[in-house]
Each structure stands twice: as C-alpha cells, then as structure tokens.
C-alpha cells in the first residue's frame, strides 16, 4: 500500500464532498477554537471564582487542570483539522482538482456505468462500488463540465489499494 495514495483518499474525502465541508468546517471551527481557548473547559470558571472567594481550598496543585489542558490541545488539534478540510472544500467548490489529477494519473482504469449522480463499478479484485458524484464536485477530470448522460457507459479511474478515491476519465469518455 502506497502512503501517498492512502493521502490522497484521506484529502479526496472533504473534496468531493465540498459543498458539505464548506458548511461543516466553516461553523465547527468557530465552536472548536472557542472551545480551545482558556477558561472554556467545564467547571473551570466556577473553580477560578471559588478560589478567589476563598470557598474552596488550596490543596497545593491545579485541580482539573489536566483535564481542560488535554480538551484544549483537542480541539485546537480537531480547529486546524477542520481548517484544512474548508480549504480544501472551498478549492473543490472553485473547481481546483485537488487530488483529481493525482487519482487520474496513478490510477487503474475500468469501465462503469452512470445512474444520476451515482457511479457503479467493479474493481479488479471484482468488489463492486456505487459511489457518489455530486453536481457541486463532480468526479471529473480532466474536463470538469463534459456532459455526462445517465446510463451510458465511462471510463473511470481509482486508486487500486482505495477505491473510494476515484474519478471519471473525461478524455476517454464518449461524446
């Protein structure tokens, strides 16, 4: 298994799916970055303004500070995640093929066929798989607006150890 294709189906997610990462990442980000800032763990606050009262005692060490610090670092972590996957979905939306050209050039050409937004193929390891090709992100490369009928047959090319990460080959697709 090549590193690189498991990447590129791991980035090819968010991509074809852009429309939804647009909306997805754009709104958790702001609630994952308000997470992550101090003070926002549970009970945190209650803690500061019962210290400080003189309600609760010193017992020498932090309590629930490790707690907030690894819910913090997660979200900060899961904030940036989620960053990456806007960018990637506004790229998509934008029709930049972010990980199309990678998947058409090292990819294994088989033949499917078509039934709305939805693609049937069979690998060479005889798995069959319908996947999703939306109209937002359409799975087409190199020429991203050929008209593709329902029912006809096309040539499409996934990567052999995901074939998940797939895209419908438009210079070998009948006009």
Do not use: C, K
């Not at 992550?36 to 500061?48: F, H, I, M, N, V």
């Not at 899961?78 to 998947?103: C, E, K, Q, W």
């Not at 359409?138 to 096309?154: C, F, I, K, N, T």
């Amino acid at each position: 298994m090549n590193p690189m294709d498991t990447l590129i189906w791991l980035v090819n997610f968010p991509a074809s799916h852009g429309y939804v990462f647009v909306f997805i990442a754009g709104f958790s980000t702001l609630g994952l970055f308000a997470l992550s800032a101090r003070g926002a763990a549970p009970g945190e606050t209650l803690r500061r303004v019962r210290e400080r009262e003189g309600l609760l005692r010193s017992t020498g060490r932090p309590r629930g500070e490790i707690g907030g610090r690894v819910l913090r670092v997660a979200a900060r972590i899961l904030a940036f995640v989620m960053v990456g996957s806007l960018a990637i979905g506004i790229l998509s939306l934008t029709g930049v093929p972010v990980t199309r050209a990678y998947i058409h050039d090292h990819g294994r050409p088989t033949t499917a066929t078509m039934d709305g937004d939805w693609v049937t193929f069979t690998t060479a390891e005889g798995a069959e798989y319908t996947l999703e090709s939306n109209f937002f992100t359409p799975a087409v490369y190199p020429d991203r607006d050929v008209y593709l009928p329902s029912g006809e047959p096309v040539v499409v090319r996934y990567l052999p150890s995901h074939p998940q990460a797939f895209v419908i080959d438009s210079e070998q697709t009948p006009r």
